[in-house]
């Protein structure tokens, strides 16, 4: 839970009436946030709600319309990412925006390094200072280690020592525990703690409520780039920051499910790689959502990029709707009524650079055109069906893809491959890094896909989507298959157990 603060003391940073507007969309609107020394305030919101612009306002990669920024008291300008960081403001980011090829210290120190009376890089100091910095921050990392050579959560180490490096005394954390285990999070929570007693103001985004809870101390709820509320932790309850986010009540992100299941239309038999899975066997059927659940490094994509024809199995049959098949290629499996969502929809499921239309349209092109014209009218009635029932949010469907939020991505990915009407469609990780309410939105969508007689293979590291949304449970461990759980039968303790071999659960 959130310590006790004073709620007296004056502010480090201050933004009053910041408007920030796009070619037909206003991304922040009159918003005004005040970060107090030794606080951790959280940045609640769906995704589209104006999180990211204000994070880019904050660190000099956009500049507001209107609005002040201040600090101790004295109005600012953040012009560049430059000056945002001599004011004592820096970014960890989801994704860390660091250079393998650089040496740890080379990272921390980049754009500042230490220099000698000849206005060379004294090495010898920023290897020292880069250890003084990893030291301080309990990172058992050596300062001429590559970058590259690094797991994730040293990455993240790497980061919050480079924001120590500028002095930084603000410090912004964009979902800095999106991809680390259990004890790096503990690890993260002791070393945020260490930031406020060193009287650093900390604004923490996180989707994760209990992240919030246990870290916060005061908390800021935006809506469709306003402020719409803020407090303190310790006078508010999830229940009403989502409605507050959300601007409705959500009482349950899972559906109810009754329809009934069809027959088998897929069949994996004794599926196997090399070195990534061995002797993998489940069947789907007609209106089914087969959950996939185990921990990282269990083999549960390894073995969706197979189905898919993205990698070639050592062993095993496919059979697809009565008839044997073989997947060389993503081609042949699309051919064949499969389609994969990935779960890195940046780099693998998305094209960035194109429009929402363009990438929603793409694999579906035959039947959006005639005798080799695009129909752009019919594109846009695909695109438009899909990202409604989606409710993707976005300023029209001509915007690139790349300038929507994480959440809106993900969604953009997910219709590019419905609007190919699957018979088969394999979700791996589909609401990873996404808001409580577009989660909703995602389960409903699924549910209703299910309704319809799609079979769906969802793949998720969160025990309550699978336990809320799946009719079976495939628990993978270490390459293999470990057990088959019906929906009625399965538990959080279920699940963990089977996942991290304590007990055998199920039948293999």
């Not at 500049?63 to 945002?84: E, R």
């Not at 062993?315 to 993503?330: E, F, M, N, W």
């Not at 129909?375 to 690139?400: F, G, I, N, S, V």
């Not at 019906?486 to 039948?507: D, H, R, W």
Request: glycine share 8%.
């Amino acid at each position: 839970m959130a310590i006790p603060v004073n709620s007296s003391q004056s502010p480090i940073l201050s933004l009053n009436g910041i408007v920030k507007t796009f070619p037909g969309v206003k991304a922040l609107s009159s918003v005004s946030l005040d970060l107090y020394a030794g606080q951790v305030t959280a940045l609640i919101g769906e995704n589209g709600a104006g999180k990211s612009t204000l994070v880019k306002v904050l660190t000099g990669i956009y500049q507001p319309n209107s609005g002040t920024i201040s600090i101790d008291g004295q109005v600012v300008s953040l012009a560049t990412p430059t000056h945002a960081a001599r004011a004592g403001v820096t970014a960890i980011h989801q994704e860390t925006v660091l250079f393998d090829e650089l040496t740890v210290a080379e990272n921390i120190f980049i754009g500042h390094a230490p220099r000698t009376r000849f206005k060379l890089v004294d090495w010898r100091a920023m290897n020292r200072n880069a250890a003084a910095l990893l030291e301080q921050i309990g990172a058992s990392i050596k300062p001429t280690s590559l970058l590259r050579d690094l797991g994730i959560a040293n990455k993240h180490l790497v980061a919050i020592a480079r924001a120590l490096s500028i002095d930084a005394r603000v410090v912004i954390m964009d979902e800095p525990t999106a991809a680390l285990s259990y004890k790096e999070i503990e690890e993260l929570y002791l070393l945020v703690e260490q930031l406020k007693a060193d009287g650093k103001a900390i604004l923490f985004i996180s989707h994760k409520f209990d992240e919030i809870f246990h870290i916060a101390d005061r908390y800021s709820v935006f809506r469709d780039g306003e402020l719409v509320d803020d407090g303190m932790i310790a006078d508010t309850s999830s229940a009403t920051l989502v409605k507050k986010m959300v601007g409705r009540s959500v009482g349950s992100i899972y559906p109810s499910r009754t329809n009934e299941l069809g027959e088998t239309i897929l069949r994996v038999e004794g599926f196997s790689h090399a070195t990534e899975f061995d002797d993998i066997n489940f069947s789907v059927k007609k209106g089914e959502i087969l959950g996939f659940y185990g921990l990282v490094g269990a083999g549960r994509s390894e073995c969706m990029h197979s189905l898919f024809g993205v990698t070639r199995p050592s062993a095993g049959k496919l059979t697809v709707s009565g008839k044997s098949v073989t997947l060389k290629s993503p081609a042949d499996a699309i051919a064949h009524g499969l389609v994969y969502v990935p779960e890195d929809r940046g780099q693998q499921g998305a094209i960035t650079g194109l429009s929402i239309v363009d990438n929603i349209a793409l694999p579906s092109m035959k039947a959006t055109s005639n005798k080799g014209f695009v129909r752009m009218a019919q594109e846009y009635a695909l695109a438009r069906d899909y990202t409604q029932r989606l409710e993707l949010k976005a300023a029209a469907l001509d915007q690139l893809v790349g300038e929507l939020s994480g959440g809106n991505q993900q969604k953009v990915v997910i219709a590019k491959w419905l609007a190919t009407k699957p018979a088969i469609i394999i979700l791996d990780e589909p609401t990873k890094g996404i808001d409580i309410g577009s989660k909703a939105a995602v389960h409903l969508f699924m549910s209703e896909l299910a309704s319809q007689g799609l079979a769906i293979i969802m793949v998720s590291s969160e025990i309550p989507e699978i336990i809320g949304m799946a009719d079976r449970v495939i628990v993978m461990r270490e390459g293999r298959q470990v057990a088959e759980i019906e929906s009625e039968s399965v538990s959080p303790e279920l699940l963990v157990s089977a996942a991290a071999g304590i007990a055998e659960a199920g039948t293999a």
